[in-house]
């Protein structure tokens, strides 16, 4: 059978049928009835139409992008995430309140996050590292940055991703240009984390148990305020932990006897937060 006439039936049975039907039934008659030429021409189409397609900016600041699968790759790429999408309820038994669409979302970047803990090159030399040009005020806050590929990015946003990127800080002059430029090892090396993985086994937040390979190293203090790239200053979170701590500004320590990370955090009904500055009126009192 001519994967031609495949297609005419498929045409034909387009207006009534979900794709999902028509792709089963589209797969069945190739299957049963194709030649090995007609099977070649549909490896030959999936690998010319496959295709991750730009990124497209959102009207809210968010981003869009779309990919085009083989069905092998999209079984593999399938597979990773919903291996790494599911739900994560707390310790006390809180259930996870991401949605299953967040949960993807979460898990696809914990993905690339451990692509990126490999410290693995691509071609041409290319770091999988997020690499950043920042004047120094956007990790203050007093500055919008952006990375390399022109993404902009809020302060807590630059400052959770300077913990494992590639930095370059410039200072920059009145008009914006940039006077001075300095490359500094800001990120955990590669023995550093290994320690941590023996020290923290895994994501330090309360409740958590992603294992070190999802994991980053956070600078409990940042290097902007001092923090330095040392053990007793690093913990290992996942990708959400770690944007949660960013985001809500949670201080924690390292154990003094080197066991682990305490983190300042209370639990509240939308998870845990650090804890509620103290009421004027019970310290007057
Ligand atoms: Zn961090
Ligand atoms: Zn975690």
Same mark, same amino acid.
């Given at each position: 059978m001519q994967s031609s006439i495949v297609d005419g039936l498929v045409d034909l049975a387009?207006?009534?049928?979900s794709s999902a039907i028509l792709n089963d039934f589209r797969t069945e008659m190739l299957t049963r009835f194709g030649s090995e030429a007609d099977q070649d021409r549909e490896h030959d189409h999936q690998q010319a139409v496959r295709g991750v397609t730009g990124w497209r900016l959102l009207d809210d600041g968010m981003w869009r992008c779309e990919a085009t699968l083989t069905p092998t790759d999209k079984a593999v790429v399938d597979a990773a995430i919903t291996a790494l999408a599911a739900p994560q309820p707390a310790? +006390? %038994?809180? #259930?996870?309140?991401?949605s299953p669409a967040a949960r993807r979302a979460d898990a696809l970047v914990t993905l690339c996050g451990i692509a990126s803990g490999q410290d693995t090159t691509g071609p041409m030399?290319? $770091?999988t590292r997020v690499t950043l040009t920042l004047p120094v005020e956007a990790l203050t806050g007093e500055a919008a940055a952006h990375d390399e590929l022109g993404t902009p990015l809020l302060p807590a946003a630059a400052r959770e991703l300077s913990c494992g990127a590639t930095l370059t800080t410039v200072v920059l002059g009145?008009? %914006?240009? !940039?006077l001075q430029v300095g490359r500094e090892h800001r990120t955990a090396t590669a023995a550093q984390r290994r320690a941590l993985a023996v020290r +923290?086994? %895994?994501?330090?937040? !309360?409740g958590c148990d992603a294992?070190?390979?999802? $994991?980053q190293a956070h600078h409990i203090t940042h290097w902007i305020d001092g923090?330095? #790239?040392?053990l007793d200053n690093l913990a290992l979170l996942c990708h959400r932990h770690h944007r949660s701590v960013h985001r809500y500004r949670i201080t924690g320590a390292v154990r003094d006897d080197g066991s682990g990370v305490d983190w300042d955090v209370v639990r509240t009904g939308l998870g845990w937060r650090p804890?509620? !500055? !103290?009421d004027p009126w019970t310290r007057a009192a």
């Open positions: 387009r207006t009534g049928f310790d +006390d %038994g809180t #259930t996870d309140t991401r030399g290319a $770091t009145v008009h %914006g240009e !940039p +923290d086994r %895994g994501c330090t937040f !309360p294992p070190p390979s999802w $994991t923090g330095a #790239t040392d804890p509620p !500055p !103290p």
